[in-house]
């Protein structure tokens, strides 16, 4: 978009039944993996019509990215949304980019044509202008440049279009309405210092004062070149992150952003995780690590050059030069903007425009020499006179002159100094506890306080003291610290004079001493900076203003507290302790008081079993207290006008839930995990704007009040409630409600009244035995979870659940039918019947399921899948799995090649007499799973399935011989194919992925009958491949292996076999280290083998003899194993240092394990 706020980088245009689940989908993770931010609608959000919303996403975007597929022209909703695209490409500059997905854009002109034709419904000839507005629309986009899905795979497909929207991106970020005055030639600097096209990785230090735009270049260069990276990563605020939430968790975000992967986890200061170290060493990343301020933060997030693929660049920004010294290969110092620029910034805050009138020439020119050429006193600057009187400016000049070589922060100063007394109080609560709250949150803390918060808010926002980012508020660091010491110059000794309380040096000064006083109005403290406080009974009872009080730790993350604390970085490795056994803040004594004023409490492991008698929470916006020791909050009913939120989760001593009918305006209950509760108060009746009630894990709970409405409730959670076995009925307009683990044994009849639902999960309620016909009636249900409960069936009328979209019926044990009604469910995209013991068919018209999306019928007692199951085109995983033992003769599959989209496909123990032969038409298929089945032969035609990746033949007792395999394949398993012969050569190929060097494991474990062509079939394929990585090894200059494993259990030896690396390989910068070295596949054998393979230098100093483990005749004599490593070691010379290191720990690892299993 050419102006405003571009909520979206991309707006992503299709018609879901189409591609959603296959191309779309993809593209859209792809996106997603990228950082671009994408609004796209499932096909089940949509409306017939294109609703205001809709329109708003398209004008909050900056790209319009549009799947012509085959059916979107067919979609009204597809076709308004086209010529609202087309009308913003022309108004506000979208860039409008078309993929023809199957689709030739010649053919758009047709179907133009069509909306002039008489064949048009009547419906739509009513309204001419809106068919003429589609003609247009479709003929203007047949003419723009786009992709074409026939002329590449989807894969390249994919790539090739998210690269081209960075790019696009990246060229739009130079003009956004910031105005990045002169950010043109830092580009064109950074960029020859970057050398982006060398193969070595590169760290590059950026640093200058505080607001002097170091994070605006490290932003711009980022966007700049970000496209080509195989990952990136902006990691922000670095000092002010790590103080808080620690290292170890920062840079675990750090590498799952980089590998698209959630939750990876690493405690330690030296990456020990093989699956992580080996991965990130295969991608060429962008890291940009903002803020940085010690020596710490960047050996325990970027460490060495190695940890990262060749050609990673990792660019750092930082106050402190000195930082710069070690690891940095070059620095760049910003200085303050050219004379032109810092006027063109000031003049666009000041004026709204690129220069001054000449009247406001000589002034301004004045003001730009106190500003120093810093940018953001620039813009502070400029915002605080934007609108005012001559006056005003002659005032803050004067300002200016009193103090000519003021710092910059006092430049900041005089705009706070503006300010109105109520915007300073919203400013310094921002600057102290709330950066980065979201908009809404913070809105409705600061009225309970009797702010005018959206008023106070913009006013900041337009003085640019603070912005909104995704919709979070955010705040210069060089601002906060301005706030920050405004509030400690309010009583530099005395903290306890102070209005607001964050560092915990200060807090525990003041809690310990009692020397808060009446000016203390919020208190931040994070547990696990301290040990242990002891706090007195009147800690705080002469802070009687006191209206935030937070006492919580960095390390919790919310949920159970098994699950959701993480360990802390090696600096602080005793807090976990402290805050696993109970709050690090005791009061042995009791409380006696808490401020009345309090608006917003929040205090994890509250140690005490109620809150003050005489605390009268009139006040409260939000009570947070999750895993507390209370067992009742307060004794009877409390006026709770103002509460919004109250969060009790995880207090396992809760017994008693307050009353909670003076809460009027309450929209969140959390009670999740308080296994002591045995009952909700029905004066929760009263509560008719709660919108999300959470109380799953109430162990106790038996039921809820009955008889009453909740009109706002959308979301209801009683997941594990175990005691609870009556179906609540307690609001009409639940959209997900979340039953499973529950002792309900039947849905009663009124639930045909829950008209809005949208998700009903009753998984594992093993007592409910039926359904009612009339649960049919749920038109808005989506997703239905069944799984694990005692049903026999399903209603015959479950064809009226027009919407559904997913049915998991995942071991039902009970179920023995399905109604063929199921077939007619045209939205469904999942179905699961796994485990299904007693179901013994299926219906006929399984097929007409076009939309299907993933179908598993694995363990069931079905022994024949209808022949209508090849027109699902749209299937990308089938799981038909028999039960191990059970017994089919030539068990009949229909037609699998009319599954187009196929990936994944499991016929495991089916007992088939004869490999699939159309399985080698699924061109797509990455996975395929036939082991325990009885064929002999597999098609020489399976080579042609070349995006296989995994192929398992275990257990295929009568197979004797297997053709050359797919090129790309990594995980093969013969294991147990005690028929087997022979084995094909197979053509060894650069790997398509470089994922797949990671690991390559071939099985022939207990494969007695092979010949020894075979064997020397497979140990020459097994060579190749490893001299393959190595050539690639030698090209990706850091790459790290490990190696290919081909495993015998036939007590057949193999010779050393001999490899020579690529001359120069060592020299090129690669380290064959233990990590090299496969897992030890232990197997009850008599004989230890093992191959090493001689690795040769340029020059004659080294011969490393690393031990690959290609043969799993693994002696169990520890011994053996001991001397073997020994003698590799010993080949070493000792000029790798290193790499005898890593051996010596390998050797030891590789005797305690090998140890432990004797």
């Excluded at 090849?870 to 799981?879: G, H, I, V």
Aim: glycine letters at 6%; a neutral charge; aromatic letters at 8%.
């Amino acid at each position: 978009m050419a102006s405003g706020y571009a909520k979206y980088d991309v707006f992503l245009s299709s018609r879901g039944a189409d591609t959603l689940h296959n191309f779309t989908g993809q593209l859209y993770t792809a996106l997603c993996q990228q950082e671009i931010r994408t609004f796209i609608y499932s096909e089940f959000d949509r409306k017939d019509e294109v609703t205001p919303v809709t329109l708003q996403k398209i004008e909050q975007s900056k790209i319009a990215l549009i799947i012509f597929s085959e059916n979107y022209m067919n979609s009204t909703c597809c076709l308004d949304e086209l010529v609202k695209i087309l009308e913003c490409k022309t108004t506000m500059g979208l860039v409008v980019l078309p993929v023809f997905y199957s689709v030739n854009p010649s053919d758009m002109y047709g179907i133009a044509r069509r909306f002039d034709d008489v064949s048009v419904e009547n419906s739509l000839k009513q309204d001419r202008d809106r068919l003429q507005k589609w003609r247009y629309a479709l003929m203007e986009a047949a003419n723009l440049s786009g992709w074409d899905s026939t002329t590449r795979s989807q894969s390249d497909l994919v790539d090739g279009i998210v690269k081209d929207i960075l790019r696009k991106l990246s060229h739009m970020s130079s003009s956004n309405t910031e105005r990045l005055f002169g950010i043109e030639s830092h580009i064109e600097k950074l960029r020859g210092m970057l050398s982006t096209g060398s193969t070595g990785v590169s760290v590059l230090g950026i640093w200058g004062m505080g607001g002097i735009g170091k994070t605006t270049i490290a932003e711009a260069i980022f966007n700049h070149i970000s496209s080509e990276f195989d990952c990136c990563c902006f990691l922000a605020n670095v000092r002010e992150e790590s103080e808080n939430r620690g290292l170890v968790r920062l840079r675990n975000e750090l590498f799952s952003r980089l590998l698209h992967k959630q939750n990876v986890y690493i405690g330690t200061p030296i990456i020990g995780n093989n699956f992580v170290s080996n991965r990130l060493r295969r991608k060429k990343v962008l890291i940009v690590l903002d803020d940085v301020n010690n020596s710490k933060q960047l050996s325990y997030l970027v460490g060495e050059h190695n940890w990262f693929g060749p050609g990673s660049r990792i660019i750092i920004t930082t106050r402190d030069k000195h930082l710069l010294q070690d690891g940095v290969d070059k620095t760049y110092e910003v200085k303050g903007l050219a004379y032109k620029y810092a006027l063109q910034l000031f003049s666009w805050k000041a004026f709204e425009q690129d220069h001054p009138v000449e009247d406001n020439m000589k002034i301004s020119n004045t003001i730009l020499k106190y500003a120093k050429g810093v940018p953001l006193a620039l813009k502070v600057l400029g915002s605080s006179l934007h609108n005012r009187s001559k006056k005003d400016w002659e005032r803050t000049l004067s300002k200016l002159e009193r103090t000519p070589n003021m710092e910059i922060q006092n430049v900041l100063r005089i705009s706070y100094d503006e300010l109105e007394d109520e915007e300073k109080d919203i400013f310094l609560d921002i600057a102290c506890f709330f950066k980065r709250e979201t908009r809404d949150d913070l809105t409705k803390i600061l009225d309970g306080c009797g702010f005018s918060s959206d008023i106070g808010i913009s006013v900041l926002i337009d003085k640019s003291l603070v912005s909104i980012s995704n919709d979070r508020i955010s705040m210069h660091d060089l601002v906060q610290e301005m706030g920050r010491e405004i509030v400690r110059q309010e009583s530099p000794e005395e903290p306890g004079n102070r209005s607001r309380l964050l560092q915990h040096k200060d807090i525990y000064h003041v809690l310990t001493n009692e020397t808060g006083t009446d000016a203390v109005e919020g208190l931040s403290l994070d547990m696990s900076k301290l040990r242990e406080v002891r706090l007195n009974p009147d800690a705080f009872a002469k802070m009687h203003r006191l209206r935030f009080l937070r006492f919580y730790s960095s390390l919790y993350r919310g949920g159970s507290q098994s699950e959701d604390l993480t360990f802390p970085d090696l600096y602080g490795s005793h807090y976990y302790r402290d805050y696993k056994e109970g709050s690090n803040l005791q009061i042995s004594e009791g409380l006696k008081s808490l401020s009345n004023q309090l608006r917003f409490l929040q205090w994890h492991m509250y140690p005490l079993r109620s809150l003050p008698s005489n605390f009268h929470p009139e006040n409260l916006v939000e009570l947070n207290m999750p895993h507390s020791k209370v067992e009742h909050l307060w004794d009877g009913v409390q006026n709770l006008v103002k509460l919004k939120r109250i969060n009790l989760s995880y207090s396992h001593h809760l017994v008693e839930a307050p009353d909670l009918s003076q809460a009027l305006d309450l929209e969140r209950m959390d009670f999740s995990g308080c296994t002591s509760l045995g009952e909700v108060p029905s004066s929760i009746r009263y509560l008719d704007k709660l919108d999300i009630l959470e109380l799953g894990g109430c162990k106790n709970l038996r039921r809820l009040p009955s008889n009453i409405c909740l009109k706002s409730l959308r979301i209801l959670t009683l997941s594990n409630c175990s005691s609870l076995s009556i179906f609540p009925e307690i609001s009409w307009n639940l959209k997900e409600l979340n039953l499973d683990g529950t002792a309900i044994e039947e849905v009663p009849s009124s639930i045909e009244c829950f008209s809005r639902l949208v998700k009903l999960n009753m998984k594992n309620c093993e007592r409910l035995k039926n359904l009612p016909d009339c649960i049919c009636k749920l038109k808005s249900l989506q997703e239905l979870f069944l799984g694990g409960t005692s049903i026999k069936e399903l209603p015959t009328s479950i064809e009226s659940m027009s919407g559904l979209t997913l049915l998991y019926l995942q071991k039902c044990k009970n179920l023995v039918r399905l109604p063929n009604g199921v077939c007619n469910l045209k939205s469904l995209i999942n179905l699961s019947l796994f485990g299904c013991s007693k179901l013994e068919k299926l219906p006929a018209d399984l097929g007409k399921l076009h939309r299907l999306f993933e179908f598993k019928a694995g363990e069931t007692a079905i022994n024949q899948l209808p022949s209508s199951i090849t027109f699902l085109n749209n299937l990308t995983e089938l799981s038909f799995c028999g039960c191990k033992g059970e017994y089919s003769v030539n068990f009949p599959l229909p037609p699998l090649s009319g599954l187009s989209s196929l990936r994944n496909l499991y016929l495991r123990d089916r007992d088939l007499l004869e490999f699939p032969a159309d399985i080698t038409f699924l061109t797509l298929l990455e996975t395929l799973g036939l082991s325990g089945n009885n064929f002999k032969s597999i098609p020489a035609s399976i080579k042609n399935l070349v995006e296989l990746r995994r192929l398992d033949l275990s257990y295929c007792k009568r197979l004797q011989s297997i053709p050359e395999l797919p090129p790309h394949l990594i995980h093969f398993g013969a294991h147990g194919c005690t028929s087997l012969v022979t084995v094909s050569r197979t053509l060894a190929v650069l790997p398509k992925w470089l994922d797949s060097l990671n690991r390559h494991m071939f099985l022939f474990t207990n494969c007695s009958s092979l010949d020894q062509n075979a064997l020397r079939n497979i140990l020459a394929d097994a060579k190749q491949k490893i001299q393959l990585m190595a050539t690639t090894c030698q090209k990706l200059y850091w790459l790290h292996l490990v190696s290919l494993e081909v495993i015998f259990q036939n007590g057949l030896a193999i010779k050393v076999l001999e490899l020579q690396l690529p001359l120069g390989c060592l020299n090129s910068g690669i380290i064959l280290s233990s990590w090299v070295l496969p897992s030890v596949l232990l197997l009850h054998s008599r004989n230890l083998m093992m191959a090493h393979f001689s690795v040769s230098d340029v020059s004659p100093i080294t011969k490393i003899f690393i031990a690959i483990w290609m043969v799993g005749i693994v002696d169990r004599r520890v011994n053996s194993v001991s001397v073997l490593m020994d003698q590799i070691i010993s080949s070493c010379c000792m000029t790798t240092v290193y790499i005898l290191w890593q051996l010596k720990v390998m050797k030891e690892k590789m005797i305690h394990h090998l140890g432990s299993m004797l």
